[in-house]
């Protein structure tokens, strides 16, 4: 099975992923995870990214595409994969189907503008395993250390209001599109995000099928 989520920044992709993935036992591939942890580990790539990403904005689709072109050769892909993240733009869309890289059924997660901002500002990820909390929804158990793994947790760089604000409004003119692009395709399922988390898991199940 080859998954694709979509959904604004602070829809819950990440969330879901986890999930999904132990289910169908797929490979769950973020791009900004990726990204991150290029920054974090100050690659060239980290480098030439981080610009873009502390404004909010996409980082250039060549970087992009050749990045996930790199990690789908990996042999845990070949079981499936949970692309989050990715494609981004119709542009990300068309490339990866000239490369042979296919999609099954793509996740659109729903989630209005006031929630997105709620969740997004009150996000704390772990530093060392990846963990995602949330100030209310999800707090840790000890304020400030990761429930899993003991590390310390921390708000991301990008998720100040006026960033995520913009953040938001890439995603309305440049991913937004896709929706009607796989729509056309007969690939989309939508999914109504402003629930319990739990709750919008079972509806992205019951849409893959078991
Ligand atoms: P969120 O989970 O909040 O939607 P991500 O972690 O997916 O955010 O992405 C963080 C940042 O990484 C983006 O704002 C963007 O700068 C960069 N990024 C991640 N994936 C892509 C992509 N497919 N195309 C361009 N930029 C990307
Ligand atoms: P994305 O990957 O789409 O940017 P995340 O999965 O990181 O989103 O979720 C954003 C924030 O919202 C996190 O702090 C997460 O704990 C929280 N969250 C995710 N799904 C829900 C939900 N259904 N209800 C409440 N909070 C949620
Ligand atoms: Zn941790």
Known sequence: MRV?????????????????????????????????KNVKEGTPLGKQAQAYMDK?????????????QDRLKQDDCKNG??????????????AMEK??????KVV??????DTLIKRATGRRVCKKCGETYHISFRPTKVEGVCDKCGGEVAHRADDQEATVARRID???????????????????VHVDGEQEAST??????????D
Request: no cysteine; charged share 25%.
């Open 4 to 36: 694709v989520l979509l959904g604004p920044p602070g829809a819950g992709k990440g969330t879901q992923a986890t999930g999904i993935e132990e289910k169908y036992n797929i490979v769950h591939i973020s791009t900004g995870d990726i990204f991150r």
């Open 56 to 68: 909010g904005e996409l980082v250039p689709d060549e970087l992009v595409i050749a990045l996930v």
């Open 81 to 94: 994969y949970l692309l989050d993240g990715f494609p981004r733009t119709v542009f990300q869309a068309e």
């Open 99 to 104: 490369l042979g890289i296919d999609v099954d």
């Open 108 to 113: 659109d997660i729903q989630v209005g503008r």
């Open 170 to 188: 890439v995603y309305l003119t440049e991913t937004a599109p896709l929706v009607d692009y796989y729509e056309k395709k007969g690939k989309i």
């Open 200 to 209: 919008v898991q079972e509806k992205i199940f019951a849409a893959l099928g």
